[in-house]
């Protein structure tokens, strides 16, 4: 992973998140594909339309549905770096949820400055 992968200007304020390279591992040096936009509401609605999964074995399941969980503290260990480790810990939770809301297409810069600019007009 290379020194601008940080999530810090060199002035030590926040960079934007486009402006952030995602890697899934400390020690990868390959970047996380960029995720397409993608509407939550119509991800809910197709969820919820899909039929029951029937499984003789919950348990291994269960394992299968861990993989988010376990790409979150991966995330967090991207975040807290080495070279990115004075984050205030408010900070590094609002740069976490801001990361996974950009990662699943939850959030948008550009949506963000359209929705700002509309309102000050």
């Given at each position: 992973?290379?020194?601008?992968?940080?999530?810090?200007?060199?002035?030590?304020?926040?960079?934007?998140?486009?402006?952030?390279?995602?890697?899934?591992?400390?020690?990868?040096?390959?970047?996380?594909?960029?995720?397409?936009?993608?509407?939550p509401?119509?991800?809910?609605?197709s969820?919820?339309?899909?039929?029951l999964?029937?499984?003789?074995n919950?348990v291994?399941?269960?394992?299968?549905?861990?993989?988010?969980?376990?790409?979150?503290?991966?995330?967090?260990?991207?975040?807290?770096?080495?070279?990115?480790?004075?984050?205030?810990?408010?900070?590094?939770?609002?740069?976490?949820?801001?990361?996974?809301?950009?990662?699943?297409?939850?959030?948008?810069?550009?949506?963000?400055?359209?929705?700002?600019v509309?309102?000050?007009?």
């Open positions: 992973m290379s020194q601008d992968a940080c999530a810090l200007n060199t002035d030590g304020s926040l960079k934007d998140a486009s402006d952030i390279t995602f890697f899934n591992d400390p020690d990868d040096d390959v970047p996380l594909p960029q995720v397409p936009m993608h509407d509401l119509q991800e809910l609605s969820y919820l339309t899909l039929p999964e029937e499984t003789d919950i291994a399941w269960w394992g299968g549905s861990a993989v988010p969980s376990e790409r979150a503290f991966s995330s967090g260990g991207i975040t807290s770096t080495l070279q990115c480790n004075a984050l205030a810990p408010a900070t590094f939770s609002a740069l976490q949820l801001l990361k996974a809301g950009y990662r699943n297409g939850h959030v948008s810069a550009a949506t963000e400055a359209e929705e700002f509309a309102m000050l007009d």
